[in-house]
């Protein structure tokens, strides 16, 4: 059963710091892992869609990497601001479940 | 585009009721994804249709729960009998491709009293 962890669950920060978030699955054959912003209230956005077959990839002051050998991925938030405070998610298609699933989530605040 | 848009935002209704909860994915987009999120169990997949067809519907709860896609730009999600397990924020998404990008709607927030 494919199972998708978060750490940590929240995380609190000044601004300016550069944050790594932390996701890990339990099924390496992936098709792909997405993270996902969302914000109070709101729908889940996409940031960044990395394939199996990528190692990384980079938005703006985001940038996200792919290891399927050992399950995890990271998030790395470069000079975080207070605008960053959401909850991030991460998930995964993998080949034997056909679905999207979910991480619970980190819940990120970044106070001035 | 002007996204996924679900409606209403906001359901407020009394046990036993029917709930009918709507969504228009993007244009263009093949898969739908109906998702149930609360605070206990996170994100739960319900159901996906591929070209308005239904694919997998093992996370649909239990009977009282349906979905249909009569045509590309239109789906609906029932609840009927409502009871107040069921209250959660219910979300649309859509993509180009079952491993493509997901888009969500804004959710539907249904309160069962």
């Known amino acids: 059963k494919q199972e998708v962890t978060q750490i940590p669950a929240a995380l609190s920060v000044p601004e300016g710091e550069n944050l790594v978030l932390n996701c890990s699955f339990t099924d390496s054959a992936i098709y792909n892992l997405q993270w996902f912003r969302q914000d109070p209230g709101k729908g889940l956005t996409s940031l960044l869609l990395i394939q199996s077959s990528q190692r990384e990839q980079t938005s703006g002051r985001l940038n996200a990497s792919l290891d399927k050998s050992s399950g995890r991925s990271t998030l790395y938030i470069a000079a975080s601001q207070p605008g960053d405070s959401a909850t991030y998610l991460c998930a995964v298609i993998s080949g034997g479940y056909n679905k999207l699933i979910f991480g619970a989530g980190t819940r990120l605040a970044v106070h001035p | 585009d002007a996204g996924v848009i679900q409606s209403p935002r906001h359901e407020v209704t009394e046990m036993g009721q029917e709930v009918t909860l709507r969504c228009k994915p993007i244009s263009g987009h093949d898969y739908l994804f109906w998702y149930r999120q609360t605070m206990m169990r996170g994100l739960e997949l319900l159901i996906y249709?591929?070209?308005?067809?239904?694919?997998?519907d093992s996370g649909m709860p239990e009977d009282r729960f349906s979905a249909k896609m009569p045509n590309a730009s239109f789906s609906t999600l029932k609840i009927q009998p409502s009871e107040p397990r069921d209250s959660a924020v219910y979300f649309c998404?859509?993509?180009?491709?079952?491993?493509?990008?997901?888009?969500f709607g804004e959710g539907s927030r249904l309160t069962v009293l």
């Open positions: 249709f591929n070209n308005n067809v239904p694919i997998d």
């Open positions: 998404a859509s993509s180009l491709a079952f491993t493509g990008e997901l888009f």
